[in-house]
């Protein structure tokens, strides 16, 4: 029972570190410091880094050869696809839209465990589903943002992409936890990611002016690289070695309620109307989908 708490506490932690991962991401892509491309490069590889220098930390274990295939889908889909969609959205929406579409995580994994897994959805199921999409759909259509140079519509679609990316490795990692040390596999995760993302973001690096940041700056970057990469995929897998995958994204429900507070403090984003009817939709649509049915006694 200790350990579903401490597993509960990871979960809840890993949400807060992605709550306020959009505001500081998002300034230091908006204010010309570092593009999407190469900030990815920088998160990973200073994530890679960290991971192989505290490996120690973790047991000896080797990978076996048939799971290798398996890290290189998952390198692919929550390293490389996942990241580099959600910074080059995030770059063109807000950070509350970005935070409400990615709620509806819980709603895509539940779909692909039916299909990968053969989990059996009920009717409920279905109409949370609907709702989920229908309220994504009203954001990534309707949506708006006060920066002019905004592209909202396709910073969504990015964002709706890379919840579906993120929600494909969830289902992937979910049987390496039962097999390995987080540190063990995670780093080999970021390692073969790295090499993933270089291609897309070299140039980007090598355009960086270090000279012009400020200290928030340096703090931000900072921050996506050590609190809400290394930390955040360090404790996802000890939460999901203890909970179900359902359970872990449930918890994603934090995140638009910390990336809006923190936005709206920091002046990045502002609420709406649009904004709230989406999140409502949404909100409804998980909670139909994770609402667990009755049992009736005989």
């Known amino acids: 029972m200790k350990a579903r708490y401490w597993a509960l506490l990871a979960a809840l932690l890993v949400q807060v570190l992605y709550g306020l991962n959009y505001t500081f991401a998002k300034n230091v892509m908006v204010g010309g410091f570092i593009k999407p491309f190469g900030f990815i490069v920088l998160r990973v590889g200073g994530a890679t880094l960290l991971f192989w220098l505290f490996s120690f930390l973790g047991p000896k274990e080797k990978i076996e050869k048939k799971d290798f295939l398996t890290l290189l889908y998952a390198a692919f889909f ?78 969504n679609l990015m964002i709706l992409f890379n919840a579906i990316s993120y929600s494909i490795y969830i289902i992937i990692i979910k049987k390496l936890t039962y097999r390995y040390h987080p540190f063990t596999f995670i780093r080999w995760l970021f390692l073969i990611g790295f090499f993933m ?83 409502s939709l949404i909100f409804f649509g998980v909670y139909l989908v994770t609402k667990k049915p009755k049992v009736l006694n005989p």
Do not use: C
């Not at 589903?129 to 396709?154: C, E, M, Q, R």
């Not at 000890?238 to 990336?259: C, D, E, G, M, N």
């Open 78 to 155: 929550g390293v490389a696809t996942n990241m580099l969609l959600f910074f080059k959205g995030l770059e063109l929406t807000t950070p509350i839209h970005a935070s409400v579409i990615m709620i509806i995580t819980p709603i895509i994994v539940l779909l692909l465990s039916s299909f990968y897994l053969q989990e059996k959805i009920t009717r409920l199921k279905i109409v949370g589903v609907i709702f989920g999409f229908t309220g994504a759909a009203i954001l990534t259509i309707y949506g708006k943002s006060a920066s002019p140079g905004d592209n909202v519509f396709l910073g």
């Open 197 to 279: 993302v270089l291609p897309f973001g070299f140039n980007d690096i090598l355009a960086i002016n270090l000279s012009s940041f400020t200290p928030y700056i340096w703090f931000s970057v900072l921050f996506v690289i050590v609190g809400a990469t290394f930390g955040t995929y360090l404790l996802n897998p000890l939460a999901l070695r203890h909970l179900k995958a359902s359970t872990v994204t449930v918890f994603i429900y934090l995140q638009p309620l910390i990336a809006g507070i923190y936005a709206v403090i920091a002046g990045s984003d502002a609420v709406t109307a649009v904004k709230l009817t989406a999140s």
